[in-house]
């Protein structure tokens, strides 16, 4: 068979026009590796398409030339999932041009927006008409929605509000065929039949192009209250959590886990940065607690359980943040840790749950194992305990280069990665899979989720062409 690229990528570029291709390689460049650096893909173009029908245009002739399409939104993927193979024989389909907001409803509780609208824009655009949208993380400058659903995204507002899954209320997405799925209607109530709605949502492009999502929003926050606490280990973090939902309803939004070495990963390595605490405390923890308009203020409920917490020992030490400028000053400390991580050196980074009361012996042992097993290496545990979700990173030995990924992290992430299958746990929790994970979901799956997934990739993508090499293992 004769190469159907170039005739493709005619076809293509007649269709979307100079905005919408790019074969340039320097326009290319900044989109073919991953945030983090540690995938570098290649491809014959870039598409931004900027409407629904040209992405089924393009998926419906990228299907009959049997070339493959890797969907792409704020390129913010921490497994690599946004990123095409080295091959060259992908298109790279950008949605970042398809990022207006078709409606925003405050009777109805919902904002339906483009696969390549910024969450931080929709964040704006939802406080105009007082409500909000509750998730959040530390890419929403760049994450788009698209990609939030496609990787069932969580951060740091899982506590109250849940992942993704819970805050779609209707999709729009192209098929691997090119046909169009108009799931947009926001029902409530939906039995007819199996779920693609959240099928979608985590399936990381593999079954179709997410092009639109309708989203749940909540009343906007009258007042928050940020508190920066210091406890002696995850077990007193975690009896505080259950603590304060007892005293103060379901005020607590965010409740993140920051222990010592991540605090001072972040004061080395991010300018402006200072402990909120004077003393140093072996485990901190972020708390935010908010109230709607008319209810008693955030800060007086949660100063009155934490002076409590403190007078029972429970908790070391704790300060709430006098000004919105402090809050965010206590945000961006916890936001910072991947970026000083970054800076700091090599590590083997893993994204980990087990049921949540489990989370805090996992720490405790799994830490105890891996540094004795790997001398040298230190873990930081940082992250979504209430969720049962850490980020259980595995720092080199001081001194590592570049080749300690190469040499002696995978060894540790087996390690790891064992030991949360033993626990019962997921070896990702809410980054996903994509290219980073894909060997260790193979080995570790299990036969009949692995079988499932193949079985459905193979009826949605026959000819295998939706983000191939990510989330679904190869027979
Ligand atoms: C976070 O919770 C992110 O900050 C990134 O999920 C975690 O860098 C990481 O390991
Ligand atoms: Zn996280």
């Known amino acids: 068979m004769s190469n159907p690229m170039p005739q493709l990528l005619e076809k293509l570029s007649a269709l979307l026009g100079p905005k919408g291709f790019t074969a340039d390689e320097g326009e290319m460049a900044p989109w073919l590796v991953d945030w983090r650096g540690r995938y570098h893909g290649a491809a014959a173009a870039m598409?931004?398409?900027?409407?629904?029908?040209?992405?089924?245009?393009?998926?419906?002739?990228?299907?009959?030339?049997?070339?493959?399409?890797?969907?792409?939104g704020g390129n913010s993927s921490m497994v690599g999932g946004a990123t095409p193979?080295?091959?060259?024989?992908?298109?790279?389909?950008?949605?970042?041009?398809?990022?207006?907001?078709?409606?925003?409803?405050?009777?109805d509780n919902l904002a339906t927006c483009e696969a390549g609208m910024i969450l931080a824009d929709l964040h704006d655009a939802a406080a105009i008409v007082k409500r909000r949208f509750p998730l959040t993380l530390g890419s929403k400058g760049s994450a788009t929605i698209g990609g939030l659903v496609s990787t069932n995204a969580g951060g740091t507002q899982v506590l109250r509000f849940g992942t993704m899954r819970g805050l779609v209320m209707g999709i729009e997405a192209v098929l691997p065929d090119g046909s169009?799925?108009?799931g947009l209607?926001?029902?409530?109530?939906?039995?007819?039949?199996?779920?693609?709605?959240?099928l979608l949502i985590g399936a990381e492009g593999t079954v179709g192009v997410v092009t639109a999502a309708g989203l749940k929003l909540v009343p906007a926050i009258h007042e928050r209250a940020v508190a920066w606490v210091g406890v002696s280990a995850p077990a007193a973090a975690l009896a505080l959590l259950r603590r304060l939902e007892e005293k103060t309803g379901d005020a607590v939004e965010s409740f993140e886990l920051?222990?010592?070495?991540a605090l001072d990963l972040v004061l080395t390595h991010i300018p402006g940065t200072r402990a909120p605490l004077a003393g140093a405390h072996e485990w901190n923890i972020l708390i935010e607690a908010v109230a709607p308009e008319g209810a008693p203020g955030p800060g007086d409920l949660l100063a009155g359980s934490l002076g409590q917490a403190l007078e029972v020992g429970l908790i070391q030490d704790a300060t709430i943040a006098v000004s919105e400028a402090q809050a965010e000053?206590?945000?961006?400390?916890?936001?910072?840790?991947?970026?000083?991580?970054?800076?700091?050196?090599?590590?083997?980074?893993?994204d980990l749950s087990v049921e949540v009361a489990g989370m805090p012996d996992f720490i405790r042992d799994a830490t105890q194992r891996v540094e004795?097993?790997?001398?040298?290496?230190?873990?930081?545990?940082?992250?979504?305990?209430?969720?049962?979700?850490?980020?259980?990173?595995?720092?080199?030995?001081?001194?590592?280069?570049?080749?300690?990924h190469k040499q002696d992290a995978p060894g540790v992430i087996s390690f790891v990665h064992d030991l949360v299958t033993q626990a019962g746990g997921s070896i990702s929790a809410e980054h996903g899979i994509g290219q980073m994970r894909l060997q260790e979901l193979a080995r570790l799956g299990g036969s009949a989720r692995l079988q499932a997934m193949r079985a459905i990739k193979q009826a949605l993508d026959p000819h295998g062409i939706m983000n191939p090499g990510k989330l679904v293992p190869l027979a």
Request: charged residues 25%; proline residues 7%.
């Open 185 to 198: 209607a926001p029902l409530k109530k939906d039995n007819r039949g199996y779920d693609l709605r959240q």
């Open 258 to 261: 920051v222990p010592r070495a």
């Open 180 to 182: 169009l799925y108009e």
């Open 372 to 404: 004795s097993r790997f001398p040298g290496t230190r873990v930081i545990a940082f992250g979504h305990l209430g969720d049962g979700n850490v980020h259980f990173n595995v720092r080199a030995p001081a001194g590592s280069g570049g080749e300690w």
């Open 329 to 350: 000053a206590f945000w961006r400390i916890r936001d910072s840790i991947s970026e000083a991580e970054q800076k700091d050196g090599p590590a083997a980074k893993h």
């Open 85 to 107: 193979g080295e091959e060259g024989d992908a298109l790279l389909l950008s949605m970042r041009r398809m990022n207006r907001l078709r409606s925003l409803s405050p009777e």
């Open 47 to 72: 598409l931004s398409p900027a409407a629904t029908h040209e992405v089924a245009d393009i998926v419906r002739l990228c299907a009959e030339a049997r070339v493959p399409i890797v969907p792409q």
